[in-house]
C-alpha cells in the first residue's frame, strides 16, 4: 500500500482498462476502476486514494465534473480531468473545480504519465509545509522519530515521485523504498500519500 493509489472514473469500458494497464505497469496501484459516479463516489469513501482521472461526459451527462466538484469540496487528493471534448465551455466549466490536469482524448502513454507527474507535484508542493525539516518534524513526534532515509523518502514524496523515482534518487532499491513509507505510515498515523502530506502539513503548522 505504499504505492500510489489511483482511481479511474470512465465509462468506456477498454479505456478504462488500457489506463489501468499503463499505470499497472508504472508503479502505480490502481485501486479501483468504476464506469459511474454513484460508483466512484463510493469508493472514494471506502478507499484511501492519492489521486483520481475522472472522466467528464459520463453516459452523456458532465457527471465528472460534479465528482471533482466534490473531491475538491470535501476531500483531499488531486485530481486530472479526461474527456473527448475540448470546447471552451467546458474547460470553463472544469476549471472552477480546480483539477491539477487535463488530458484530451486520444491521448498518448507519454501524456497521461506526465500528466500525472506533474499533477502529483503542484498538489503536493503546495501544500509542504514552510518549514519541513527532520529537525522540526522529530520535535513535534513524540516517540516515533523519523529516520534520516525515512525524511529523504517523506521529502520524495512531496514531490510526487513514484516509488521508483524515489528508489533512483536514494539509489536504494525499490523495496527499501516500500519500507521506509511504511515506516512513514507507521510513524505519522496515515494510510496514503495524500493522508500523509495533510497530516504532515497539520503537524507542522501547529
Given at each position: 500500500?505504499?504505492?500510489?493509489?489511483?482511481?479511474?472514473?470512465?465509462?468506456?469500458?477498454?479505456?478504462?482498462?488500457?489506463?489501468?494497464?499503463?499505470?499497472?505497469?508504472?508503479?502505480?496501484?490502481?485501486?479501483d476502476v468504476v464506469h459511474n459516479a454513484e460508483d466512484a463516489i463510493l469508493s472514494i469513501e471506502k478507499n484511501q486514494l492519492d489521486v483520481a482521472l475522472l472522466d467528464?461526459?459520463?453516459?452523456?451527462?458532465?457527471?465528472?465534473?460534479?465528482?471533482?466538484?466534490?473531491?475538491?469540496?470535501?476531500?483531499?487528493?488531486?485530481?486530472?480531468?479526461?474527456?473527448?471534448?475540448?470546447?471552451?465551455?467546458?474547460?470553463?466549466?472544469?476549471?472552477?473545480?480546480?483539477?491539477?490536469?487535463?488530458?484530451?482524448?486520444?491521448?498518448?502513454?507519454?501524456?497521461?504519465?506526465?500528466?500525472?507527474?506533474?499533477?502529483?507535484?503542484?498538489?503536493?508542493?503546495?501544500?509542504?509545509?514552510?518549514?519541513?525539516?527532520?529537525?522540526?518534524?522529530?520535535?513535534?513526534?513524540?516517540?516515533?522519530?523519523?529516520?534520516?532515509?525515512?525524511?529523504?523518502?517523506?521529502?520524495?514524496?512531496?514531490?510526487?515521485?513514484?516509488?521508483?523515482?524515489?528508489?533512483?534518487?536514494?539509489?536504494?532499491?525499490?523495496?527499501?523504498?516500500?519500507?521506509?513509507?511504511?515506516?512513514?505510515?507507521?510513524?505519522?498515523?496515515?494510510?496514503?500519500?495524500?493522508?500523509?502530506?495533510?497530516?504532515?502539513?497539520?503537524?507542522?503548522?501547529?
Open positions: 500500500m505504499s504505492s500510489i493509489r489511483v482511481l479511474i472514473v470512465e465509462d468506456e469500458a477498454l479505456i478504462a482498462e488500457d489506463i489501468r494497464d499503463c499505470l499497472l505497469s508504472q508503479d502505480y496501484e490502481v485501486i467528464i461526459n459520463l453516459h452523456g451527462h458532465y457527471e465528472g465534473i460534479e465528482l471533482g466538484k466534490l473531491i475538491t469540496n470535501q476531500y483531499n487528493f488531486p485530481f486530472v480531468y479526461l474527456t473527448s471534448y475540448a470546447h471552451k465551455f467546458i474547460i470553463e466549466k472544469a476549471k472552477i473545480t480546480r483539477p491539477m490536469g487535463y488530458i484530451v482524448k486520444p491521448f498518448s502513454e507519454k501524456d497521461l504519465f506526465t500528466t500525472l507527474e506533474i499533477a502529483l507535484y503542484n498538489y503536493n508542493i503546495d501544500r509542504r509545509p514552510q518549514v519541513l525539516s527532520l529537525e522540526a518534524l522529530n520535535s513535534r513526534l513524540s516517540i516515533n522519530k523519523l529516520t534520516e532515509r525515512e525524511f529523504e523518502t517523506l521529502e520524495s514524496i512531496f514531490e510526487g515521485m513514484t516509488n521508483k523515482q524515489i528508489s533512483n534518487k536514494l539509489f536504494v532499491s525499490p523495496n527499501t523504498i516500500k519500507t521506509h513509507i511504511k515506516n512513514l505510515y507507521l510513524k505519522i498515523g496515515a494510510h496514503s500519500r495524500a493522508e500523509i502530506i495533510r497530516i504532515v502539513r497539520e503537524i507542522l503548522q501547529d
